[in-house]
C-alpha cells in the first residue's frame, strides 16, 4: 500500500461550510486529517474557532426563521433532494469515509451511507408527521398544543460514525424547521464537509446547515457556549459528553448526549449457537470494533461455552486484515497511534488480569506497517470485574465471560457504569422477555444484534447518555411543546 495522495480523495472537501459559502478558518489556522491505513497525511483542513461559528450560528439564524414558514411538504421535499444527491454521491462518500476513518469500504457502502439515505428519506417524512394534540380541559375552552422548532441546533458527532451520526441529528432537526450547525470529530470530518457541500448542491437553503471543523474542542466549545443555539445534540465519549452536558445545563439548553458502551451478548444454553457466533462476530468486529454498541462481552453460558469460544476464536483468526480499499477486506486499521496504543494498554491489562488469550493481541505482522492496524483479539475466562470487561476499548478486542445461570449472564450484563447495547440469544421466549425486561439497556435485541431504523428510538442509560435519536421520540428534543387555550 502507498501513501494517499490529495488527489485520491473522491470528493473536494478542504473548506467549512458557512452559509453559502466554501471557506477557510477566519483566523486562517489549518490541521491534517490523516490517513489511518498509511500514517500519511490526507487532507489539510480550516481549524475553526469561536469566530467561524459566530459565523455560522449568524446564519443558521437567518434561514431558521424563513424555513420554519415554508410548509411541511416543502421541507420534505428539500430534504428527499438530499437524500437524492447523497444517494447519487454514494460511492465516493463511502470510498472518502474508508480513507478518512480506515473502515472497509464494503462497509462504509453497505452500513454508513446506506443507513445515512434511508435516514434522511425517512426524516424527511417527518416534517409532515410531527402532531400537536387536542385536550379536553372543560366545555369553554378548546385547549390545543403545537411542536414548533427550538431554532439553531448544535450537532457535534464523532469520527467513528461521523456521515451517519451527522444525517441521524441533521435529518429530524431540519425536518421540524429548524437549522443546524455540525461540528465533525478531527479525526474524520471530511464525510462531514462532502455533506454540507452536497446539500448545497441539493437546493437547502444556504445556512440552514453548516459545517465547522476544528482541531480539538475550539469550535465544539464555543459552539455549545453560544447563546442562539438552543439545543445541544451530542455523540461521543461519556468523558466530553459530561463537559457538554454541563455546559449546556449552565445556559439551561436543553441537550441529548448519547455516549459510550460496554454491551454484552449473551447465550443461554438453548441458543441457536451458529446464529449467536454469526451476531458476536459482526457485533465486535464490524468498523474494527469502534462501534458504540461493540458487543464487546460476549457472556456464555458454561455449557456452550467451548463451542462459542471456539467459534469467536476461529473466525477472528481467518478474518481478513488490510487496505480499507480493497473490496474483500473485513477489518481496516485503528483511528489513530494514540488510539491503537490505548487499545494496547487495555490488552496489557487483560494479561495481567489473568484472563486467557485465546488469538490476537499484537500488531499484525502482515499489515502495513505505518498504518494503524491490530489483530481481532479474543480473552477468555475474563473477570466480570476486570478493567477489559468494564472500560470501553473501542477496537477488536473481545471479552468471553462464562456464567453458571441467568441470573448471574444478567447481574454479569448490569454490572457495567455503561447501558447502551445488549443482546440474548435463546429459543424461550420467557427467558428472553425476561432478559429484555432485567437489563439495563436502552437497546435490546433479541436472537439479533445491532439492528438500527431510523424509526426506532435509540439511545442509551446510565452512563451511556439520556435522550433518544430516532422515530417520533427523536422529535421530541428538536421541537418544543406550546400550550393554547382558545376560549370560545
Ligand atoms: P469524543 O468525545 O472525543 O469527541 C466527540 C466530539 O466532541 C468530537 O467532534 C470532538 O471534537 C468534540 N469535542 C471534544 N471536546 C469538546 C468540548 N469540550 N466541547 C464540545 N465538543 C467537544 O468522542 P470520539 O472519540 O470522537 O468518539 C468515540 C466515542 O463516541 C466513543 O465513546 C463511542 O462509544 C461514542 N459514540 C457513541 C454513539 C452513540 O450513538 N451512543 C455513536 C458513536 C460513537
Given at each position: 500500500?502507498?501513501?494517499?495522495?490529495?488527489?485520491?480523495?473522491?470528493?473536494l472537501?478542504?473548506?467549512?461550510?458557512?452559509?453559502?459559502?466554501?471557506?477557510?478558518?477566519?483566523?486562517?489556522e489549518v490541521?491534517?486529517?490523516?490517513?489511518?491505513?498509511?500514517?500519511?497525511?490526507?487532507?489539510?483542513?480550516?481549524?475553526?474557532?469561536?469566530?467561524?461559528v459566530?459565523?455560522?450560528?449568524?446564519?443558521?439564524?437567518?434561514?431558521?426563521?424563513?424555513?420554519?414558514?415554508?410548509?411541511?411538504?416543502t421541507?420534505?421535499?428539500v430534504?428527499?433532494?438530499?437524500?437524492?444527491?447523497?444517494?447519487?454521491?454514494a460511492?465516493?462518500?463511502?470510498?472518502?469515509?474508508?480513507?478518512?476513518?480506515?473502515?472497509?469500504?464494503?462497509?462504509?457502502?453497505a452500513?454508513?451511507?446506506?443507513?445515512?439515505?434511508?435516514?434522511?428519506?425517512?426524516?424527511?417524512?417527518?416534517?409532515?408527521?410531527?402532531?400537536?394534540?387536542?385536550?379536553p380541559?372543560?366545555?369553554?375552552?378548546?385547549?390545543?398544543?403545537?411542536?414548533?422548532?427550538?431554532?439553531?441546533?448544535?450537532?457535534?458527532?464523532?469520527?467513528?460514525?461521523?456521515?451517519?451520526?451527522?444525517t441521524?441529528?441533521?435529518?429530524p432537526?431540519?425536518?421540524?424547521?429548524?437549522?443546524?450547525?455540525?461540528?465533525?470529530?478531527?479525526l474524520?470530518?471530511?464525510?462531514?464537509?462532502?455533506?454540507?457541500?452536497?446539500?448545497?448542491?441539493?437546493?437547502?437553503?444556504?445556512?440552514?446547515?453548516?459545517?465547522?471543523?476544528?482541531?480539538?474542542?475550539?469550535?465544539?466549545?464555543?459552539?455549545?457556549?453560544?447563546?442562539?443555539?438552543?439545543?445541544?445534540?451530542?455523540?461521543?465519549?461519556?468523558?466530553?459528553?459530561?463537559?457538554?452536558?454541563?455546559?449546556?445545563?449552565?445556559?439551561?439548553?436543553?441537550?441529548?448526549?448519547e455516549l459510550?458502551?460496554?454491551?454484552?451478548?449473551?447465550?443461554?444454553?438453548?441458543?441457536?449457537?451458529?446464529?449467536?457466533?454469526?451476531?458476536a462476530?459482526?457485533?465486535?468486529?464490524?468498523?474494527?470494533?469502534?462501534m458504540?454498541?461493540?458487543s464487546?462481552?460476549?457472556?456464555?453460558s458454561?455449557?456452550?461455552?467451548?463451542?462459542?469460544?471456539?467459534?469467536?476464536?476461529?473466525?477472528?483468526?481467518?478474518?481478513k486484515?488490510?487496505?480499507?480499499?480493497?473490496?474483500?477486506?473485513?477489518?481496516?486499521?485503528?483511528i489513530?497511534?494514540?488510539?491503537?496504543?490505548?487499545?494496547?494498554?487495555?490488552?496489557?491489562?487483560?494479561?495481567?488480569?489473568?484472563?486467557?488469550?485465546?488469538?490476537?493481541?499484537?500488531?499484525?505482522?502482515?499489515a502495513?506497517?505505518?498504518?494503524?492496524?491490530f489483530?481481532?483479539?479474543v480473552?477468555?475466562?475474563?473477570?466480570?470485574?476486570?478493567?477489559?470487561?468494564r472500560?470501553?476499548?473501542?477496537?477488536?478486542?473481545?471479552?468471553?465471560?462464562?456464567?453458571?445461570?441467568?441470573?448471574?449472564?444478567?447481574?454479569?450484563?448490569?454490572?457495567?457504569?455503561?447501558?447502551?447495547?445488549?443482546?440474548v440469544?435463546?429459543?424461550?421466549?420467557d427467558?428472553?422477555?425476561?432478559?429484555?425486561?432485567?437489563?439495563?439497556?436502552?437497546?435490546?435485541?433479541?436472537?439479533?444484534?445491532?439492528?438500527?431504523?431510523?424509526?426506532?428510538?435509540?439511545?442509551?442509560?446510565?452512563?451511556?447518555?439520556?435522550?433518544?435519536?430516532?422515530?417520533?421520540?427523536?422529535?421530541?428534543?428538536?421541537?418544543?411543546?406550546?400550550?393554547?387555550?382558545l376560549?370560545?
Amino acid at each position: 500500500m502507498t501513501g494517499t495522495s490529495h488527489a485520491d480523495i473522491p470528493m473536494l472537501v478542504d473548506r467549512i461550510v458557512i452559509g453559502d459559502e466554501l471557506a477557510d478558518a477566519a483566523g486562517g489556522e489549518v490541521f491534517d486529517t490523516l490517513n489511518p491505513a498509511t500514517g500519511q497525511p490526507l487532507a489539510t483542513l480550516p481549524a475553526g474557532t469561536a469566530q467561524d461559528v459566530d459565523r455560522a450560528v449568524a446564519a443558521a439564524r437567518d434561514a431558521q426563521h424563513a424555513w420554519a414558514r415554508r410548509s411541511p411538504a416543502t421541507r420534505e421535499r428539500v430534504l428527499l433532494a438530499l437524500a437524492e444527491r447523497v444517494e447519487s454521491a454514494a460511492d465516493d462518500l463511502a470510498r472518502l469515509e474508508s480513507l478518512d476513518v480506515g473502515k472497509p469500504v464494503s462497509q462504509a457502502r453497505a452500513i454508513d451511507v446506506a443507513m445515512a439515505i434511508d435516514g434522511l428519506r425517512y426524516h424527511a417524512g417527518m416534517a409532515s408527521k410531527v402532531e400537536g394534540r387536542t385536550i379536553p380541559t372543560s366545555r369553554r375552552y378548546l385547549t390545543i398544543t403545537r411542536r414548533e422548532p427550538v431554532g439553531v441546533i448544535a450537532g457535534i458527532v464523532p469520527w467513528n460514525f461521523g456521515l451517519l451520526s451527522m444525517t441521524a441529528k441533521l435529518g429530524p432537526a431540519l425536518a421540524a424547521g429548524n437549522a443546524i450547525v455540525i461540528k465533525p470529530s478531527p479525526l474524520a470530518p471530511l464525510s462531514s464537509l462532502a455533506l454540507g457541500r452536497l446539500a448545497l448542491e441539493a437546493g437547502l437553503p444556504p445556512g440552514l446547515l453548516s459545517v465547522v471543523t476544528d482541531d480539538g474542542s475550539a469550535a465544539g466549545e464555543a459552539l455549545v457556549r453560544h447563546p442562539a443555539i438552543s439545543h445541544v445534540s451530542f455523540t461521543g465519549s461519556p468523558e466530553v459528553g459530561r463537559k457538554v452536558a454541563a455546559a449546556a445545563g449552565e445556559q439551561l439548553k436543553t441537550c441529548i448526549t448519547e455516549l459510550g458502551g460496554k454491551s454484552a451478548l449473551v447465550v443461554l444454553d438453548d441458543a441457536d449457537l451458529q446464529a449467536a457466533a454469526q451476531a458476536a462476530f459482526l457485533g465486535i468486529f464490524i468498523n474494527q470494533g469502534e462501534m458504540c454498541t461493540a458487543s464487546s462481552r460476549l457472556l456464555v453460558s458454561a455449557q456452550v461455552h467451548d463451542h462459542m469460544l471456539d467459534a469467536a476464536a476461529v473466525a477472528a483468526r481467518s478474518l481478513k486484515i488490510g487496505d480499507p480499499a480493497d473490496a474483500s477486506t473485513v477489518l481496516g486499521p485503528l483511528i489513530s497511534a494514540p488510539h491503537r496504543e490505548r487499545v494496547e494498554r487495555f490488552v496489557e491489562s487483560g494479561r495481567q488480569s489473568g484472563a486467557e488469550l485465546a488469538c490476537g493481541g499484537a500488531r499484525p505482522p502482515n499489515a502495513p506497517d505505518r498504518g494503524f492496524f491490530f489483530e481481532p483479539t479474543v480473552f477468555d475466562r475474563v473477570r466480570p470485574d476486570a478493567e477489559i470487561a468494564r472500560e470501553e476499548i473501542f477496537g477488536p478486542v473481545l471479552s468471553v465471560i462464562p456464567f453458571q445461570d441467568e441470573e448471574e449472564a444478567l447481574r454479569i450484563a448490569n454490572a457495567t457504569r455503561y447501558g447502551l447495547g445488549a443482546g440474548v440469544f435463546t429459543r424461550s421466549i420467557d427467558r428472553a422477555l425476561r432478559f429484555a425486561e432485567g437489563v439495563e439497556s436502552g437497546n435490546v435485541w433479541v436472537n439479533a444484534y445491532n439492528l438500527l431504523h431510523p424509526a426506532v428510538p435509540f439511545g442509551g442509560m446510565k452512563h451511556s447518555g439520556f435522550g433518544r435519536e430516532g422515530g417520533f421520540s427523536g422529535m421530541v428534543h428538536v421541537t418544543r411543546e406550546k400550550s393554547i387555550w382558545l376560549a370560545g
